[in-house]
Structures are given as C-alpha cells and as structure tokens.
C-alpha cells in the first residue's frame, strides 16, 4: 500500500542525503504548479535572500525585503518537524539556490552571486534577523506599497461590486480616503472617436477601467499577456507546461495504511434513493411519458431547382414575388397604316398639342405611310424605353394580399328567436266597427278594457279579451290621440280632438273605481284669484256628461298628441305650433296649466313623461331633448341621425329609448351610454308610425307603412359593461295597407305579450 508523505522530511529519511534536485522535483510533495502569477512562489517581487553576503544598503534596505520575506523569518523554521538542524540547513540552502538559479535566469541582469562553499548557515540567518529588526518601522509603512491584485484597483473602494449601479450618478465610487472618485467627462460622438482612432497610435491599446472610467494605456507586457490568452497559451512566460509529472506517492509500499476506518455499510448495500428514481423512471418510460430520442435522419435532402415554385412553399421571397405590371399592347393608333377614322384632324392635332402630356388620351398622334419602308425610326423610343426601366425598379409594387372570408361567418351570432321566446306570433282577434283608419290605440292598466280613436269622429271602447265594443264615443271631429290615465285607482281617458282634450270617464269595470274618479273631479274649488293660463279648463254640459266627458281643455290650435305623467295626475299634450306654446304641462287635479318652455326649440313630434325620474322627453325632427323638471334645465340631446322623427318610446327601466323616423330606420339610444344612437334598425320597408316597449318583457315593436309590425328582442341588462341584445324575432303582416298607409298605432299589453295594432283599412288586430 503507497501512502503519501507527511513532509519533506519524510522524504529524506527514506533515502541517504543527496546533492541538491532541480526544483521541479519538490514541486510533488507541495501543491501543484498554478500559472496564477498573483499565487507564484516565491512573489514576482521578491528579492533573492542572501543579504548575508554582501553589505546591506542603509538607503535600500527595505526593498530588498518583502511581506512574503518576513514570512521566512517568521518562526516557520521552528514548528515541530522530524528532521534535524542539518537537514533544515540543507533545504535552505537547496531553496536559496534555487530562487538564485531563478533570479539569474534568462531574463536576469543581476551578476551572479557566489559564495563560499561550506559557510556557516547559521550565522547568515542570525544577520538575516537583525537586519529584519532594523527595518521593521520601514517595513510597516511600505508593507501594501508592491501589493496588487487583479480583482479590484486600489484607488476605487466601492468592492466587487456591479459598476452598473453607478450609472445614474456622478461619481463613480470613492478612493482610500473616502472621497468620491468623479466620473471623467465623456462627450466625445463618433466623428471625435473617429478622429481619435485615426490620429492616436496608442488608440489600440487603450481601454477604460470600469473601476475609476479612467483611460488606461496597456504596457508591452500587458499586450503580450493578452495575445498569449488569445493563442490558449499560459500567461505565465517562464511557466513551463511540459514539466515531468511528479509522483505524488512513495514508490515503496507502506505498511501502515493513510486511514484505517473501516468501510461503510453503505458502500456494499444498495442505495434506496436511486432504486426509487429507477423505478420512477422506468414507470415514465413504460407510460410513455419519457420518449426515446428519435434517431437521426442522415440523408441527404434535395432539392429540384427547375421544378415548379410550389404555391404553399414557405420561402418568403418566392412568395411575396409580385410579378411587373405589363405595358399596354399597342392598338389600331399606332399602326403604321390605320383606319382612317383614326386619324386626327388638323383642330384635333392642335388641341392634343395644347393638352399636357399628363392628360393627352394618346400618348402618339397616328400617322399613315405606304408601306413599312417609309416609317421613319420612333423619336420617342430611347425616351420611353428608360421610363420602362423606371417604372420596373421604382414603382412600389404592393402586394395585395386577399383575405378568404366566409360570408356566413360576417353575419352577428345571434340567438334563435325560439330561445327568446315568449312574443306574439299569430293574429287572434280583429277588432272590427270604425268606418275610416283608426289612429290611435289606448289601455287601460288592468289590461281589460282597450280605448281607439278614428277618423271617423267616434272612439270606442273595447273588451280585449272577446273583441267586443262596449262603447262608442261622437266627439265631432278627427281623434289624433288616445291616452288611458296609467293610475289605476282612477278611470279615465284623455282624448285629442281638433283644439282639445277631453278628459272622458269610459265608466267600465269596478263602480267603486269609475266612481272615486268622479269624486276626484268634482272636489275641485276653484281659487279666489282667477290664474292666467294658456289654456281654458270647461266643465262638460249636461249632454256631454251623460256621454262621459267630465272636463274639455281647450287649446288655441289643433292638439296632436295627448301623454300622461306615470302618477296619472299630471298630462302633457302637443300642439300643432310653431310658437314656444307647442308643449303644455297640465294638471288635472287642480286644473292648472302651464307652459315649461320659453321658446320653441322646432317642431315637436312626441312627448314623454320618465316612468321613474322626473325627467321630460322632447322629441323634434331630428333631435331628443331630456329636460330635468325639478332643475328646470336641459341634461342631454340626443341626435337621432335621421331626417325626420316620428314616434318615441321610453324602456320601463328608463335608461334606453327607442325613436321610429318617417324614413324607415328606427334608433336604440342607450343614455348611459352616448348621445348617438347605439344601434339603427332598419327593418322595415317604409316609414315607421309607432313604436312601443312591453312593461314586463324584453319586447319592443314598431309599426310601418308597410303594413308589417316587426317584433324585436330587446335585453337592458343590469351589468352595466354588458351592452343591450337586439334580435328581431318576428313579422307580423295582416293589416292591408290603404292610401299608401299602413300600421297607424302599435301597443302592447300590460301583462301579456300581447301586440294590438291599428291600421288605416279601419281594423284593430290582437296579435298572442
């Protein structure tokens, strides 16, 4: 068994002193050589130690020693060791031989040292000591003045450290005593760096240190470390690569082992860990979740050069080739002998010349010559050949890159309409009794009873579930507009009749009910002073009473459009005017009217009362005023991007209207959401006359003069990021169209969804 050394000592008690060895035969028992010239033996810097021999200089006595030097001295000498004061005596010599083969080698210019053979060594190390003693003080001052090392530059202390940090300040760290090392000021562009480059021979060895931005100029011995760790080579020139290799061991077999621990039970017992790995591997494996890898496939791949381009060839330069325009063929002008109609006149060969170049329609004026002999050479030809070329290398070409889309995949998603369901789809009941087109169509809250005004001077009521007419009404003139009060306490009905509205009390369903609305009216008491209206409050006669009208309000012109407030105190209606007197404001329970408006903002078309918020709705031909009743002022316009507006509906939950316009397209607002129509439906063929919301259900309709009430799927969600679906559902077509007029009046029930419609053939139709 060979077991390494414990010392040099070791060694030399094997074998019989022996002249001195080279010095790579001690390198096998140190630590093995390192090119690290910072970790070198003895320092690069250190001065041979023989000051024994030769007299010390007072003024460079320091020099000659160094840290690494005073280690010698340090007491090492004297740590327990096997080996006696002759045998340490000898190392040191052999060692100080060594260093002085070193010191003189090659590169040396010190002369050689000598000395006489068989000189005391110990009074040399006596002299050595006190000559070390001597110099302590100048030692302790110049001990880090040769010191170096190749991790940090000693005048920046900041460490090892990102220098990146530095980057957003001024300086660039700080020096031994604290100060801050500035950056030096760079701002230098390309043309000055240039300039340098060219003019500085030393611009090629100069670098900047990343520590202190300082240019730094590399020495001859730099440059040459650099290139030796280009070429692989060491950086250490006397460094010698090819030394022989040094047994670490005694090439006699010890008897007593290095160690004597006995093995571990782990070294003969398989290892638990790395069964358990092996059999999760192999479980990957045999689930296949660990794949061998794929053989490599080592033929050659080749390609055809003159095949044909394949069109789904992945090479971007063949596919986005686009091919040069083509030059227009030459035509029957620019024969040599054209048709005579060709030919241009002497006022046409004028005016060709007069035009511009730019605008003439042929580029030549056609010529006519006997035969090919006598055409003459094309002055032209140098002149348009070099535009060709022009136009083949300058002439962006864009490649138009089309888009296969399939039409199907254009149209919304949209639900089916059997999904949306329930809405009206079948016509149920006619209600059959006016002679002339029915206009407008009312009902009353419970859904039961259903008012309609004519042209023919009558309104009737109807039973709307047997299509029975329980009453008719002469008023004398052309019913514009119907409104059945929305409370259902009370039993009444406004209707518009030429210069005024009757508030009629139809006297159906509960007496209680017909007859509390009639306390209602008569419990009036008329004020002391009498108040300026623009209107006059009558009392119905005697006749008129018997017939159901309780109070007739008479306006100065035609009244177009009679409203109710959702409390069903307050009534609004519409007067055909021009003046600020168009809207009034009336309430019937104290008989007081007035007018909201100081001046007419154009012709009004509808008006409508929030069902929730005290808000009041103007509709004019192309625009939706909302006006705030207890502000008194103006909160939003609404543009209704049509021409010409005709009838509007408010959502039950306020926050949505819809608008139908005589030019056939009907417009969703959504108010949360901007002042222009969300969506413009244009569904029907003609122009719309009515449009209606259901109270419960996400219904609205719209009626044309198409003679079609189209119902449409209309979802408010209350997510306010979820905009509202529209899906029309269903066209309802019965009503035959007469004078060019269709569906006059669309109107939902309150609870059903039912759609009853009014049309100019004179017929009301409940469509379930």
């Not at 008012?451 to 009404?473: A, I, K, N, P, Q």
């Not at 005024?500 to 002073?529: F, H, M, R, W």
């Not at 154009?602 to 192309?622: D, E, K, N």
Request: charged share 25%; glycine share 6%.
């Amino acid at each position: 068994m060979r077991t390494p050394p414990t010392s040099p000592a070791v060694l030399t008690a094997h074998a019989p002193p022996a002249p001195s060895p080279p010095r790579a035969g001690r390198v096998g028992v140190a630590s093995p050589v390192t090119s690290d010239p910072a970790r070198a033996w003895p320092p690069a810097h250190a001065e041979p130690r023989d000051g024994a021999m030769e007299e010390p200089d007072p003024a460079g006595d320091s020099s000659d020693l160094s840290d690494s030097e005073e280690s010698v001295y340090s007491g090492l000498e004297e740590s327990g060791s096997d080996s006696t004061e002759g045998e340490q005596e000898q190392e040191q010599e052999e060692e100080e031989e060594e260093e002085e083969e070193e010191e003189e080698g090659p590169g040396s210019t010190s002369p050689p040292r000598t000395q006489a053979k068989g000189a005391p060594r110990k009074s040399r190390i006596l002299e050595d000591d006190s000559l070390l003693k001597e110099n302590e003080g100048l030692l302790a001052q110049n001990e880090y003045e040769e010191d170096s090392s190749d991790e940090e530059d000693i005048r920046n202390t900041v460490g090892n450290i990102p220098m990146e940090w530095y980057q957003d300040f001024p300086h660039i760290g700080y020096n031994l005593e604290g100060k801050k090392i500035y950056k030096p000021i760079r701002n230098k562009d390309e043309l000055d760096m240039f300039l340098e480059k060219m003019e500085n021979p030393d611009y090629w060895r100069t670098v900047q240190d990343k520590m202190t931005g300082a240019d730094i100029k590399l020495t001859d011995e730099q440059v040459d470390l650099v290139h030796r760790l280009q070429k692989g080579q060491f950086g250490d020139v006397h460094f010698n690569p090819y030394e022989p290799a040094v047994d670490f061991f005694t090439h006699e077999v010890m008897i007593h082992p290095v160690t004597n621990r006995p093995a571990d039970k782990r070294s003969f017992i398989p290892s638990l860990i790395e069964k358990e790995k092996v059999s999760k591997l192999v479980h990957a494996i045999k689930m296949g979740w660990i794949k061998p890898r794929k053989p490599k496939d080592d033929t050659p791949t080749y390609y055809d050069l003159w095949a044909h381009e394949d069109p789904n060839s992945i090479l971007g330069r063949h596919k986005m080739h686009v091919p040069a325009p083509k030059m227009k063929l030459p035509g029957h002008e620019e024969s040599y002998n054209p048709p005579p109609e060709y030919l241009l006149s002497e006022e046409e060969k004028l005016a060709w010349e007069r035009q511009e170049p730019a605008e003439r329609r042929l580029s030549v004026v056609p010529q006519q010559f006997r035969c090919l002999r006598a055409v003459p050479s094309y002055s032209r030809f140098i002149h348009e050949r070099f535009e060709r070329c022009l136009d083949l290398y300058l002439c962006p070409r864009q490649r138009k890159m089309r888009v296969n889309v399939d039409p199907e995949d254009l149209i919304p998603k949209l639900p089916k309409p059997r999904d949306l369901q329930p809405f009206p789809t079948t016509q149920a009941l006619v209600y059959r009794g006016h002679t002339s087109l029915v206009r407008c169509l009312s009902i009353s809250p419970s859904g039961q009873w259903l008012v309609s005004g004519s042209d023919d001077g009558s309104v009737r009521c109807w039973e709307v579930s047997t299509g029975r007419c329980l009453r008719t009404l002469p008023v004398g003139g052309v019913v514009k507009s119907v409104a059945w009060n929305p409370n259902p306490t009370l039993c009444l009905v406004a209707i518009a009749v030429e210069q005024s509205v009757l508030l009629v009390n139809p006297c159906l369903g509960d007496k209680l009910i017909y007859g509390a609305t009639d306390q209602l009216l008569e419990s009036y008491v008329p004020p002391e002073e009498e108040r300026v209206q623009p209107v006059r409050w009558v009392t119905a006669t005697t006749e008129e009473h018997s017939r159901g009208v309780r109070l007739v309000i008479q306006h100065s012109k035609a009244v177009k459009q009679v409203t109710w407030h959702g409390k069903g105190d307050y009534l609004a209606s519409v007067v055909a005017d021009n003046s600020n007197q168009q809207v009034l404001i009336h309430q019937s329970s104290k008989r007081w009217s007035q007018n909201p408006f100081r001046r007419s903002k154009g012709l009004v078309q509808s008006v409508l009362f929030h069902p929730i918020r005290p808000y009041f709705f103007v509709a004019t031909q192309r625009y939706v005023r909302i006006y705030n009743l207890l502000k008194q002022e103006l909160t939003k316009k609404l543009m209704a991007n049509c021409k010409w507006v005709s009838s509007m509906a408010i959502h039950p939950g306020g926050d949505n209207i819809i608008c139908g316009s005589y030019d056939s397209k009907l417009a969703w607002f959504d108010l949360d959401l901007s002042t222009r129509p969300y969506q413009m439906l244009r569904h029907h063929k003609k122009a719309l006359r009515s449009v209606a919301f259901h109270k419960r259900y996400p219904l609205f309709a719209s009626g044309s003069d198409d003679g079609t009430v189209i119902i449409c799927h209309g979802m408010v969600y209350n997510d306010l990021l979820q905009n509202p679906l529209l899906v029309p559902v269903k066209v309802l077509k019965g009503h035959v169209t007469t004078l060019d007029l269709g569906v006059l009046d669309v109107l939902f029930h309150p609870t059903q969804p039912w759609v009853f419609s009014s049309g100019a053939d004179g017929t009301i139709r409940l469509y379930t």
